[in-house]
């Protein structure tokens, strides 16, 4: 893996492999604090510390990018990390600039908070125009209340913008999918119906739990 060795632990990943595809993390920032998210109680993800001593520059990624393909194709590259990738949204525009002019596909995984984020810009536009094709937007809730006590989000009326968002994907034609958690509290018809409406697909996604911590073994 590239990037810095500690003590034989991965310190810095910017690129890793999952379910067939290379993932981009870009940031360890995020403009949600969710009561569900990974987060909360660790930085490993498919057994990769992704806990980023800095964020990584365009020729960082453009170089992990290279590293990971010389273990064999990927169906996609993935911008999903330990944060909300549109906080570095000119990256993430330049590596699928990057990525289009070598074919390969790219999918952005987003709480759609994109344009509260990045305020004058048409972030979708953008997006579509560098060669993005497909878009994973965190729903999580059918309903602002619910979505600001499971998503505690820094922004006023981030429930609407996620939507607007979504619905801006649908209409550039990027492939949009609508997510939410499956947890206490989740109106999972809700958000399937929003992502109907909006003419885009849902998938539940399975609540990731803590670790069990196991009880001391007496030593006899």
């Not at 981009?24 to 604090?33: D, E, H, K, Q, Y």
């Not at 999972?188 to 539940?204: H, M, W, Y």
Request: proline residues 5%.
């Amino acid at each position: 893996m590239y990037r810095a060795i500690i003590d034989g632990v991965n310190a810095d990943t910017i690129a890793y492999r999952a379910k067939g595809n290379i993932y981009l993390n870009l940031t360890n920032r995020c403009s949600c604090s969710c009561t569900f998210c990974l987060r909360e109680f660790t930085t490993s993800v498919y057994g990769y510390d992704l806990s980023l001593v800095s964020e990584p520059t365009v020729e960082e990624i453009e170089r992990a990018l290279e590293v990971a393909f010389l273990d064999g194709p990927a169906q996609q590259v993935v911008f999903c990390g330990l944060g909300e990738p549109t906080l570095r949204l000119d990256a993430v525009l330049h590596v699928t600039e990057w990525l289009r002019l070598r074919r390969i596909a790219t999918r952005l995984d987003t709480n759609g908070h994109g344009e509260l984020l990045n305020p004058g810009r048409d972030v979708v536009g953008e997006l579509k125009a560098a060669g993005l094709q497909a878009v994973s937007v965190s729903l999580n809730a059918a309903d602002p209340t619910t979505y600001d006590q499971l998503c505690r989000p820094t922004f006023t009326k981030a429930h609407r913008a996620v939507i607007a968002f979504a619905e801006k994907c649908v209409q550039q034609g990027l492939a949009t999918t609508l997510t939410a958690v499956d947890q206490p509290g989740a109106d999972l018809d809700g958000c399937r119906a929003i992502a109907t409406a909006l003419g885009a697909q849902f998938r539940a996604r399975p609540l990731a739990r803590p670790p069990v911590a196991q009880p001391d073994r007496e030593v006899v």
